[in-house]
Nanobody
Framework: QVQLVESGGGLVQAGGSLRLSCAASGRTGSITTMGWFRQVPGKEREFVAAIWWKTGITTYADSLKGRFTISRDLAKNTVYLQRNSLEPEDTAVYYC????????????WGQGTQVTVSS
């Protein structure tokens, strides 16, 4: 089992910056990929970015490329999502997810952290 706990959400003014953190615990040695998703009420959950745990290779949603930066700290078993120049459209619940073991899909999810960007 892998447990994920997000932090760093909150209310931010447009133009501001935010860094979300997601700390993993449990069987972290089985993690292959960690990702960030976001969801707005009434809409489907949207992929934002992912990072391969061992290599650090990153991938981003085409529509969001250049707006977010994903990184990780292996010593802390933590993945980060940085966003500068926040826009009201970034308002959403942000979820951290992990792909662990032989799973081909994300099989562990955090509880989500609310990000609200005021104009």
């Amino acid at each position: 089992q892998v447990q994920l706990v997000e932090s760093g959400g909150g209310l931010v003014q447009a133009g501001g910056s935010l860094r979300l953190s997601c700390a993993a615990s449990g069987r972290t040695g089985s993690i292959t990929t960690m990702g960030w998703f976001r969801q707005v009420p009434g809409k489907e959950r949207e992929f934002v970015a992912a990072i391969w745990w061992k290599t650090g290779i990153t991938t981003y949603a085409d529509s969001l490329k250049g707006r977010f930066t994903i990184s990780r700290d292996l010593a802390k078993n933590t993945v980060y999502l940085q966003r500068n120049s926040l826009e009201p459209e970034d308002t959403a619940v942000y979820y951290c997810a992990a792909r662990a073991g032989p799973a081909s899909a994300y099989n562990y999810w955090g509880q989500g952290t609310q990000v609200t960007v005021s104009s």
